[in-house]
């Protein structure tokens, strides 16, 4: 034995007698490696108590990730023929689980006489861990075949992954049908969790509340799980009942309770609770949870509160992950702070603290919204030598920034630098070109996209058809429109209808503007309503204007703009009554015409 592990045994373990109480002793303390180490010296001196630590210095292994040890643990196994027990054969299988490497928790399954109920278990979860959700459910069948009762704990494994997968959720009610007719699966608050929040990721708000009114037993889990489901289906009302009826049955809400209710706080009507969470979280010793301090200062932020409370908790936290500055950062880029975003990203990393996806996300939506080519050519730097130039969601982001600041070479080179491209990728390009009217590239694109089997979505439509706007092309952009609502594979929305009319009134046709207008199967929207009147004002079509102009005004009456439209249509007529009327009108509302501003990049100087 060497003098390290000695040591170590004198130090952390010092009344523990055998190898077999040291081993479990370092288990129980997540001194895995230790163990790995002290094993090995046992193995060396050809020790007597092996073959009984044997499944803990497996499972040891499989928590260091430690796979080339754990391949040798297992030939040790069979040399020895240890692997004939069925703790030692169990512990292999879900130690190749932890791996990933399915095919060897397979075969090792398949090499076992006797299989036990833990058996069947471990290779069931280790397909559920593995992504492998069609082979649990075969082994599922078997366990039954077998003669065997599968586990509720097993079970509510099975139902939370037929939850997460779309054309599963009928698997998930037989389940459950399986569950109520069949006697010998027990009563389990772990199992009913599993269903209350099946049922609301299916939908079904009604059986979820029947599910979770029939516990005989609710714990901590299962009231956070009704009320994420409540929250889900936007009844903060209910959530909270929740959260109150909770307390009044002497559960106690945890953080992970609090942290599910947070998010409701920052709907109109419910701030007041966020703060008194808050308050509860301080009572109970976890609000500076890095996890709860993170939840807490998107909550501040989200309800449209000063974000002093946010910089002081941030402050406040001792620890601060990855997750709290991206928070933080997120925080301030959301509320367009962006220059104060970069500062405290400047910051992340003077601490070296290392950005996750989250944070480049945050601090890439900063750079678009001051349309800064010197911050964001920056910022892609970083992203590169950061190694995140392989995240979808990163580079569709980088295709964005670079338009905004006008820099379509540079949107058109990360197109075309990344390996994978989903439906936003193409979209986000199509939007590029759009933006710097080049309608022509745009087209290409879009038919390009589907010709390499990528579905266009709505976002794509929205783009190609802005597109089409800002380039002038009407016949391309009214073929598109009558090619997707004749092949009803992509539901339009308002916003492409009115994009549609923008584009037809832009060019002249105000006539089939109108027709668009009058037969679309939805209430036109404000910006229907502004498209038609900039038009008709546009090409001195001033009395149809004046008919459309007080549909503009009701449909969003405390928009200045529509109000200063208005106003100018009727000078350019010379009704100067009129025009007096609209500004008494909008003195009367307070209302205050937004100027615009211009940002310009010349070097080092902004103007």
């Known amino acids: 034995m060497s003098f390290f592990t000695r040591r170590l045994f004198t130090t952390v373990a010092p009344t523990c007698s055998s190898p077999s109480d040291q081993i479990k002793t370092f288990l129980s303390k997540g001194l895995h490696h230790h163990i790995l180490q002290l094993f090995t010296q046992l193995h060396l001196s050809a020790h007597s108590s092996i073959p009984f630590v044997l499944p803990s210095v497996i499972k040891a292994s499989s928590s260091a990730q430690s796979h080339v040890f754990g ?27 932890k791996f990933s490497d399915v095919e060897s928790a397979r075969q090792v399954f398949d090499t076992i006489s006797h299989r036990d109920p833990i058996t069947w278990n471990s290779l069931i979860n280790c397909y559920l861990q593995n992504g492998c959700f069609q082979e649990a459910l075969e082994v599922l069948k078997d366990v ?25 959720r009928g698997i998930g009610r037989q389940i459950h049908a399986l569950v109520v007719v069949d006697e010998r ?73 609090s942290i599910a209710l947070l998010p409701a706080c920052a709907e109109p009507g419910f701030v007041k609770h966020g703060r008194e969470i808050h308050g509860y979280a301080f009572r109970r010793g976890f609000e500076s949870s890095p996890s709860f301090s993170s939840a807490l200062i998107n909550m501040y932020c989200d309800c449209g509160e000063s974000l002093h409370l946010a910089e002081l908790i941030f402050k406040g936290s001792c620890c601060r992950d990855v997750v709290l500055w991206s928070s933080i950062i997120g925080s301030y880029s959301r509320r367009g702070d962006s220059y104060k975003a970069l500062e405290l990203f400047n910051k992340m990393r003077s601490e070296e603290t290392e950005p996750n996806y989250v944070t480049l996300l945050a601090v890439i939506s900063a750079c678009t919204n001051i349309s800064s080519l010197k911050y964001s050519c920056g910022l892609h730097g970083h992203v590169f030598k950061c190694g995140f130039t392989y995240n979808i969601s990163v580079g569709n982001a980088l295709i964005n920034m670079y338009a905004k600041c006008g820099c379509l070479d540079g949107s058109r080179k990360i197109f075309l630098e990344m390996w994978n491209r989903d439906s936003i990728t193409w979209s986000s390009l199509i939007n590029a070109y759009g933006i710097h009217g080049c309608g022509k590239q745009a087209l290409h694109l879009f038919h390009e996209m589907k010709e390499r ?19 002038g092309l009407v016949a391309e952009g009214q073929q598109i429109f009558k090619q997707v609502n004749a092949d009803c594979e992509i539901p339009l929305t308002i916003e492409h209808y009115a994009c549609l009319v923008d584009l037809l009134g832009r060019s002249g046709n105000l006539e089939d503007a109108l027709e668009i207008v009058r037969t679309m199967p939805m209430k036109p929207s404000a910006r229907v309503w502004s498209s038609l009147v900039s038009a008709c004002k546009l090409h001195g079509r001033l009395v149809i204007a004046e008919m459309l102009a007080p549909h503009l005004i009701r449909s969003e009456p405390n928009n200045a703009g529509n109000y200063t439209l208005l106003n100018m249509i009727y000078a350019e007529h010379g009704h100067w009554l009129d025009t007096e009327q609209v500004r008494k009108a909008m003195k009367l509302q307070r209302l205050i015409k937004c100027y615009g501003f211009s940002h310009i990049e010349a070097g080092d100087e902004s103007f």
């Open 453 to 471: 089997g990528v579905k266009p979505d709505v976002i794509t439509l929205l783009a190609v058809l802005s597109a089409c706007n800002h380039a």
């Open 71 to 97: 391949t040798q643990l297992h030939c040790l196994a069979l040399k020895t023929a240890s692997h004939s027990e069925a703790v030692v054969s169990n512990s292999i299988i879900s130690m190749y689980a």
């Open 185 to 257: 699966i027990g009563e389990s608050v772990f199992l009913s969790t599993a269903f209350v929040d099946f049922y609301f990721r299916c939908d079904d708000y009604l059986m979820a509340l029947h599910v979770f009114g029939g516990m005989e037993v609710k714990n901590e889990v299962s009231w956070t799980a009704m009320i994420s489901g409540c929250i889900a289906n936007q009844d903060y009302g209910e959530a909270f009942s929740c959260f109150r009826e909770m307390q009044a049955e002497g559960v106690c809400p945890n953080r992970v309770t």
């Open 144 to 168: 039954y075949f077998h003669g065997l009762v599968p586990k509720p704990e097993l079970l509510a494994s099975v139902v939370s992954m037929c939850g997460r997968k779309i054309g599963s």
